[in-house]
């Protein structure tokens, strides 16, 4: 099993400050990685996939970037609603996808 | 739009037995892998189980394997997971979410949850 790992747990950012959440695999997994977005009562939603293309209305304050085992998900400018835990996946090998433990967003 | 709308949730005491059903629409549900993945209170996603577009191939992760059964009828555009032998650390909300043509999970259900418990 591929294990996703991703830092930091909590990340404290201004709004309008720029944030930076990491994803490392443990084997490579190409560019076959995803990050999702979930708030409070909600399911996850799609940002980024194939490690930086992002998803339907995604702002583009959202991106990706990296390859292989370390990635990156940047938002530009933190606005009120992105506040929020953010996961990567892989699925690099179906049916074997896995889930990262999750980077909390939160205000500064 | 897509829609995905899952049913079946509750309360169930512990060795019990619950189905859970995902009504899918706005898309060709019978081109698309669909899958189960779960959220325990107050912590991260954990994927469940797969199935295949036309059902022929099935995954289960290793917490679920033997007590959990994956299946769908296309005929009826919707997706099911029958629970048996349910555990406490079974408890968590479960999402249907649907494979995008990317391969990430492009549309997930509102979640049902389910709590076992005496």
């Known amino acids: 099993e591929i294990v996703m790992t991703q830092s930091p747990a909590t990340l404290s950012v201004s709004p309008g400050e720029r944030a930076t959440l990491s994803c490392r695999a443990s084997q490579s997994v190409s560019s076959n990685l995803a990050w999702y977005q979930q708030k409070p009562g909600q399911a996850p939603r799609l940002l980024i996939y194939g490690a930086s293309t992002r998803a339907t209305g995604i702002p583009a304050r959202f991106s990706g970037s990296g390859s292989g085992t370390e990635f990156t998900l940047t938002i530009s400018s933190l606005q009120s609603e992105d506040f929020a835990v953010y996961y990567c996946?892989?699925?690099?090998?179906?049916?074997?996808?896995?889930f990262g433990q999750g980077t909390k967003v939160e205000i500064k | 739009e897509v829609q995905l709308v899952e049913s079946g949730g509750g309360l169930v005491q512990p060795g019990g037995s619950l189905r859970l059903s995902c009504s899918a629409s706005g898309f060709t549900f019978s081109s698309y892998a669909m899958h189960w993945v779960r959220q325990a209170p107050g912590k991260g996603l954990e994927y469940v189980s797969a199935?295949?577009?036309?059902?022929?191939?099935?995954y289960y992760a290793d917490s679920v394997k033997g007590r959990f059964t994956i299946s769908r009828d296309n005929s009826k555009n919707t997706l099911y997971l029958q629970m048996s032998s349910l555990r406490a650390e079974d408890t968590a909300v479960y999402y249907c979410v649907k494979v995008g043509d990317g391969g990430a999970f492009d549309y997930w259900g509102q979640g049902t949850l389910v709590t076992v418990s005496s």
């Open positions: 199935i295949s577009s036309n059902g022929g191939s099935t």
């Open positions: 996946q892989q699925y690099n090998n179906w049916p074997l996808w896995t």
